[in-house]
């Protein structure tokens, strides 16, 4: 049973261009979680999303950025005209349930690195 | 608005040591706590988890306590080892919340020489 696979692990991009993020949850795993790490900062939650649906952006920025889920495939994180600021590792968790018992697990993926020009 | 902090910020340690990492909430309503270990280029793995209600757990060499009235949580590795060297971040998940919208520390960096 494969973990949440992310893609690509690096990526470089110069200000300007968009840049795409992957990710795919575990398998049996319907709920996305997009979090983001900068540099010598703890893990910021950014969107979660459930197949076809955001269900909590609220930690996302309003611009340029967004995030979706299809029905088939994985998720995307989306962002365009990249600034030197989205330097940043990006993470994806993904979990069975959402609000189940508390004892639920994350798992997360082993990142996407955006290194910004 | 809840807040984590973690300290030290990094520590160094001989092998074979036994050591204890902090973790510090601002608000005490939370549903559970996890440890987690990230390595450099690498993600997250769980490393032990804490309902609200509970007050340690075990994994191992692993020890984690939950204090939630004061705010804090211990994670006490025993009889360190070189591979126990990561960055070691604590994350708690508010109450009330249906989400996992885990609020996370900025990281204890362990380096256990060998």
């Known amino acids: 049973n494969a973990g949440v696979m992310q893609n690509p692990r690096h990526l470089v991009r110069r200000r300007g261009q968009e840049a795409r993020l992957r990710c795919s949850p575990m398998k049996g795993h319907s709920h996305v979680y997009w979090y983001r790490q900068l540099p010598e900062e703890g893990l910021k939650f950014m969107v979660y999303l459930q197949k076809e649906n955001i269900i909590d952006e609220s930690g996302m920025p309003k611009e340029r950025f967004s995030a979706e889920f299809p029905k088939e495939g994985p998720s995307i994180l989306r962002i365009q005209q990249v600034v030197r600021g989205d330097s940043a590792a990006y993470f994806c968790?993904?979990?069975?349930?959402?609000?189940?018992?508390?004892?639920?697990?994350?798992?997360f993926g082993s990142g996407t690195q955006l290194s910004v020009l | 608005k809840q807040e984590v902090t973690q300290i030290p910020a990094a520590l160094s340690v001989p092998e074979g040591e036994n050591l204890v990492l902090n973790c510090s909430f601002t608000?005490?309503?939370?549903?559970?706590l996890q440890w987690f270990r990230q390595d450099p280029g690498k993600g997250l793995t769980s490393l032990l988890l804490i309902q609200s209600s509970q007050r340690e757990q075990t994994s191992g060499r692993l020890n984690a306590s939950l204090d939630k009235s004061s705010g804090r949580s211990t994670l006490y590795i025993a009889a360190s080892q070189p591979g126990d060297s990561a960055t070691y971040l604590c994350a708690v998940r508010p109450f009330p919340s249906g989400t996992y919208k885990y609020i996370f520390g900025t990281g204890t960096r362990l380096k256990v020489l060998a």
């Open positions: 968790a993904s979990s069975r349930l959402d609000r189940i018992t508390t004892n639920e697990k994350l798992f």
């Open positions: 608000d005490s309503a939370i549903y559970n």
